[in-house]
């Protein structure tokens, strides 16, 4: 299975792979790009590694340093923010600019409550509010320690087919989404993942100011709905909610140009000499 957009992050990939660290006995993937400017750390979704982002780490990579990771395949959600920590330390990423979508985003507002001297501002992208009302919600209200390898990813085939079948326009999208679930997100990090999510804290509340804040939502996002994105909203109050209208649960990879020009802007750089 392949077409542009999988062949373009495939081509990032092989020029850019990720390294493997080990952070308290927790093995992460790491993308490091980009030498000087504003730090910027990038946490994916359910259904991305770091490479996810290649976009906007390819856009952004000669006017910021550059952070995208990979989740490891064990660990809590808090232990997973004490990980960030150690390698946002480790890389020297004091005071980052922290971006997370869907997944990553629950994990980005956590780690600002949590490590508010290490955030410089919270981009909290697709997500949610509260992990409160997962355990009803498949696949988190299965048992994530028993169920088969094979069922997990069939669940999530049996979504991404029957958007493909709904939205057809969208079928490079879902081919790549496809791929993610089948075998370059190993099951073992998959089921992390969810049971970081399901059994997750509830967030605390953040201390930073209004003008570190900032929200991404999308119209036709649907994973997210209506009621949550504006939970999210009331939530953080952001200085600036960014919102598009066809962005699915993606915008970063349906609108990558405009994606890229948000985080410019919110980093204070120019991008193609034009500062949107």
Do not use: C
Not at 75 to 99: C, P
Request: aromatic share 8%; proline share 7%; net charge negative.
């Amino acid at each position: 299975m392949t077409n542009d957009l999988i062949k373009a992050r495939d081509a990032f990939s092989a020029a850019s792979p990720e390294t493997r660290q080990a952070v308290n006995s927790r093995e992460w993937g790491v993308l490091q790009v980009g030498n000087s400017g504003p730090a910027l750390v990038l946490l994916p979704g359910t259904l991305g590694r770091g490479d996810i982002f290649w976009n906007q780490i390819t856009d952004l990579r000669n006017h910021a340093r550059i952070l995208s990771l990979t989740y490891p395949q064990s660990g809590s959600l808090q232990d997973w923010a004490s990980d960030i920590s150690t390698l946002m330390a480790t890389h020297k990423f004091e005071n980052s600019v922290i971006l997370g979508s869907s997944l990553g985003g629950y994990v980005a507002q956590y780690f600002a409550a949590t490590y508010p001297d290490q955030t410089k501002a919270l981009i909290a992208a697709n997500t949610l509010h509260s992990v409160a009302m997962l355990s009803e919600l498949p696949p988190y209200n299965a048992d994530l320690d028993t169920i088969p390898n094979d069922t997990l990813m069939q669940g999530f085939l049996d979504g991404l087919t029957q958007w493909a079948a709904e939205e057809p326009a969208r079928t490079d999208l879902i081919d790549l989404l496809i791929a993610e679930v089948s075998g370059r997100i190993p099951v073992p990090e998959l089921r992390s993942r969810l049971k970081a999510l399901k059994n997750g804290p509830e967030l605390p509340l953040i201390a930073l100011k209004k003008q570190h804040i900032f929200t991404v939502d999308s119209g036709d996002d649907r994973l997210i709905p209506p009621p949550m994105r504006a939970a999210v909203r009331a939530r953080l109050d952001p200085f600036r909610a960014a919102h598009f209208e066809t962005g699915t649960h993606f915008p970063y990879l349906t609108h990558p140009a405009d994606y890229s020009a948000m985080i410019a802007n919110i980093l204070g750089v120019k991008i193609n000499g034009d500062h949107k």
